[in-house]
T-cell receptor, first 112, second 117 residues
Framework: GENVEQHPSTLSVQEGDSAVIKCTYS??????FPWYKQELGKRPQLIID?????GEKKDQRIAVTLNKTAKHFSLHITETQPEDSAVYFC???????????FGTGTSLTVIP | SAVISQKPSRDICQRGTSLTIQCQVD?????MFWYRQQPGQSLTLIAT?????????ESGFVIDKFPISRPNLTFSTLTVSNMSPEDSSIYLC??????????????FGPGTRLTVT
């Protein structure tokens, strides 16, 4: 089955700086890669995703890049704000069946 | 996107008993899934709830322990059977394939926090 690794497990940045979270996956058939943000006590929220037919996708301060050859993808948050503090999870799946396999999570703290 | 609710939101149960968790969606969805999230951990897929047929379980999860029903396109239940303290966790349903959204996106319910004493 799919194995998704995520690094770092914790990340602290100063407000206004950028944050980068990286994930690798093992199943070359995976072709959909979402990112979720989970605030304490809340449900995971889909914040951005990318499909394997594109290399990069951006939504305001958030961007995701994908390298299918190397089987890794990354989340980039620019101009970080305290409200970006949360746990971020990457995931990988094939379209078929749509089972998601999650990374271990990154706890991001943005220091005001 | 769909409004997803779960009942109960939390419960404290005794060892050896069973708890059934409900997941209700306000619109029809193609896919429903059940995940477990232990404290401070990631999300682990338990099973895919298939409408009108038996659920598809991931490695390490079995039907006798986690029976799942999905009678229609808006509702599913997960039962945690013969509970032990190791079952203490947050259980989340997720849905995908709602009309008007991309088929591969998934959205999560609010979760059920289960404590087994």
């Amino acid at each position: 089955g799919e194995n998704v690794e995520q690094h770092p497990s914790t990340l602290s940045v100063q407000e206004g700086d950028s944050a980068v979270i990286k994930c690798t996956y093992s199943d070359s058939a995976s072709n959909y890669f979402p990112w979720y943000k989970q605030e304490l006590g809340k449900r995971p929220q889909l914040i951005i995703d990318i499909r394997s037919n594109v290399g990069e996708k951006k939504d305001q301060r958030i961007a995701v890049t994908l390298n299918k050859t190397a089987k890794h993808f990354s989340l980039h948050i620019t101009e970080t704000q305290p409200e970006d503090s949360a746990v971020y999870f990457c995931a990988a799946s094939r379209n078929t069946g749509n089972q998601f396999y999650f990374g271990t999570g990154t706890s991001l703290t943005v220091i005001p | 996107s769909a409004v997803i609710s779960q009942k109960p939101s939390r419960d404290i149960c005794q060892r050896g008993t069973s708890l059934t968790i409900q997941c209700q969606v306000d619109s029809q969805v193609t896919m429903m899934f059940w995940y477990r999230q232990q404290p401070g951990q990631s999300l682990t897929l338990i099973a895919t709830a298939n409408q009108g047929s038996e659920a598809t379980y991931e490695s390490g999860f079995v039907i006798d322990k986690f029976p799942i029903s999905r009678p229609n396109l808006t509702f599913s239940t997960l039962t945690v059977s013969n509970m032990s303290p190791e079952d203490s966790s947050i259980y989340l349903c997720s849905v995908g394939g709602e009309r008007g959204t991309a088929a591969y996106e998934q959205y999560f319910g609010p979760g059920t926090r289960l404590t087994v004493t």
